[in-house]
């Protein structure tokens, strides 16, 4: 089944604990890209890569980071979180074309004390 | 950078009633997206528009692209419970994809 798949769903952790939230897709797609979500803010891009080794900023990308060493994985790294990165992210991909299309994970809802 | 503007943030509509929520870009477009977030869950692709003034429907669901390529519109006739969710656009500008705050639909049944 072709999906997106994100780990863990839910994480509580406190403030200054470096964490990685894990993306993989198995549509073989060369674009992903991660996105925050907050009530009355929609979804903000916070860093997306084309391909491997090739990644850029999105809207929001302070406090966070990401690497692109394999075309199926992307994942999004906290060096030091804060209490204004709790919120709902969610990973997605596409594929290279006309529609870039995006296909999203099921969500990782983190809450930083 | 490029904005994408989303209006209402809220439309309660009764059953059977029709409702249209609107998007607007600081920025000329490329092409404008729609998707579905149920309630819960993930956001899902509904469409793609392309082309100035472009029309597309899908079923109850009328999608136009402005012919500026500005702005963008998604249009419901006889709202149905399934309809119960969050609407966003996106912009596209070369890779970046811009959201919207999107539109969240409740349905009196």
């Known amino acids: 089944e072709a999906q997106v798949t994100q780990n863990p769903r839910y994480l509580i952790t406190v403030t200054g604990k470096k964490l990685t939230v894990t993306c993989s897709q198995n549509m073989n797609h060369e674009y992903m890209s991660w996105y925050r979500q907050d009530p009355g803010l929609g979804l903000r891009q916070i860093y997306y890569?084309?391909?491997?080794?090739?990644?850029d900023k999105g809207d929001v990308p302070e406090g966070y980071k990401v690497s692109r060493k394999e075309k199926r994985n992307f994942p999004l790294i906290l060096e030091s979180p804060s209490p204004n990165q709790t919120s709902l992210y969610f990973c997605?991909?596409?594929?290279?074309?006309?529609?870039?299309?995006?296909?999203f994970g099921p969500g990782t809802r983190l809450t930083v004390t | 950078g490029q904005q994408v503007m989303q209006i209402p943030q809220y439309q309660h509509v009764q059953e059977g009633e029709d409702f249209t929520t609107y998007c607007n870009s600081s920025?000329?477009?490329?092409?404008i997206q729609w998707y579905k977030q149920r309630p819960g869950g993930h956001p899902v692709f509904l469409i793609q528009l392309v082309k100035s003034g472009e029309v597309k429907k899908q079923k109850r669901l009328t999608f136009q692209f402005g012919e500026a390529k500005k702005n963008s519109s998604l249009h419901i006739t006889a709202t149905q419970t399934t309809d119960v969710g969050t609407y966003f656009c996106?912009?596209?500008?070369?890779?970046?994809?811009?959201f919207g705050a999107g539109t969240t639909v409740t349905v009196r049944a």
């Open positions: 996106a912009g596209r500008d070369d890779y970046k994809l811009s």
């Open positions: 890569s084309m391909n491997v080794e090739v990644t």
């Open positions: 920025t000329t477009l490329s092409n």
């Open positions: 997605a991909s596409s594929a290279r074309g006309r529609t870039y299309e995006q296909y």
